[in-house]
């Protein structure tokens, strides 16, 4: 019998277990649910990467739906402990968000992958959510100044665009390629209207790069060689 065939479940528990292990150890030390989570998603997603990817039918030890839900309700614990621990501000939410965005986008992706969405989940929809919870996010970069809102818009915006790409029957890849002049038509955008308003531009370049970044990392994964 070919032992081998039980690596990749080997490789989930020792990831369930280190994941678990550290995790609590952070949760019990420390009291911040957020910090525990990023932790265990640290220590757990690699094993779990590993064994998706040797695995032949995955999604019978990891049902894809049930791997969003948990993932959608740590992300959410991820966001509300951050606002907790750091006050109600601007600033903790851009933080909470990234930190969430880092521990739902691979289960998501995951799913997307290996299981069917709901029949309510539109990816038209479900891409333009994503393209103006980025401008949001980009928002809240340029009026707080924490870059931590600029790399999420960028990771929600690219996240959204593959979703919508390839859940679709009939893809718009010439659209697509037009993101990157989007882009940097709207970071040219932002960079004159800090120059004009004076200050700093610490906060606009980091703004601008983001809208340069995004359409740019999208179109080079959605447009087809």
Known sequence: MDMNRYAPELA?????????AFGG???????????????????SY???AYAIHTDDEPSTVLPPKAVTVTAGIA????????????GSTVEAALLGSLLAVGVFLPAAAYAGHYGEPPSWVR???????????????????????????AVSAVVVFVAGVVYGTRSTTHNR???RRWFPLAGLTVAGGLL??????????????????????????????????
């Open 75 to 86: 992300a959410a614990g991820v966001l509300a402990d951050s606002i907790r621990q750091f």
């Open 25 to 43: 150890f952070v949760l019990i030390t420390l009291g911040e649910f957020y910090s525990a989570a990023v932790v265990c998603a640290l220590c």
């Open 12 to 20: 989930l528990v020792a990831g369930v277990v280190l994941g678990g």
């Open 123 to 149: 990816p038209r929809l479900l891409e333009g959510g994503c393209v103006l919870l980025a401008g949001l996010l980009l928002a809240g970069s340029l009026l707080t100044g924490a870059a931590a809102g």
């Open 192 to 225: 004159a209207v800090g120059v004009l308003t004076g200050g700093p531009l610490d906060r606009w370049v980091t703004a601008g790069l983001a809208a340069v970044f995004g359409p740019l990392i999208a179109a080079a994964i959605t447009t087809p060689t």
């Open 173 to 175: 890849p010439r659209r």
């Open 46 to 48: 690699p094993f779990a």
